[in-house]
């Protein structure tokens, strides 16, 4: 099963002028943590910290896979809408029969979704680390 890691307790405040800030987070940006907290705290304790070399290839690339995940999206949840309606619309029998013959449609439609989106986040994992 999943371990759940233990969550800070204790508090750590200081203070920094406007452009210190802005330093400390472009090179927080240049990371792989996914927040700001994270790369503080690995600096502060000497850890090491993974800086992310992004090359205009993999820029374009990521690009382009994240306009096909929000198109994705888009997709699946008009889909989901419509059938939704339909469902509602069962009083009507040729609607009914239909949106139940459909049901395995959408079912196959959610799931490649998902294994494409699954293949994507993969993709854009490794154009991140490279």
Request: hydrophobic share 35%; aromatic share 6%; glycine share 2%.
């Amino acid at each position: 099963m999943n371990e759940e890691k233990p969550t800070p307790k204790r508090w750590v405040t200081i203070r920094v002028k406007p452009e210190e800030y802005r330093a400390i987070h472009k090179l927080y940006e240049q990371t792989t943590c996914t927040k700001l907290s994270q790369y503080v705290r690995k600096v502060l304790l000497q850890k090491p910290v993974i800086i992310l070399y992004k090359d205009e290839a993999s820029r374009e690339i990521l690009s382009v896979l994240n306009q096909l995940s929000r198109e994705l999206s888009a997709i699946g949840n008009n889909f989901n809408q419509t059938v939704h309606k339909l469902h509602t619309l069962d009083h009507i029998p040729e609607i009914k029969i239909w949106a139940e013959l459909t049901e395995s449609g959408r079912q196959n439609l959610l799931k490649k979704i998902e294994e494409i989106r699954i293949s994507m986040n993969q993709i854009r994992q490794q154009c991140v680390l490279k």
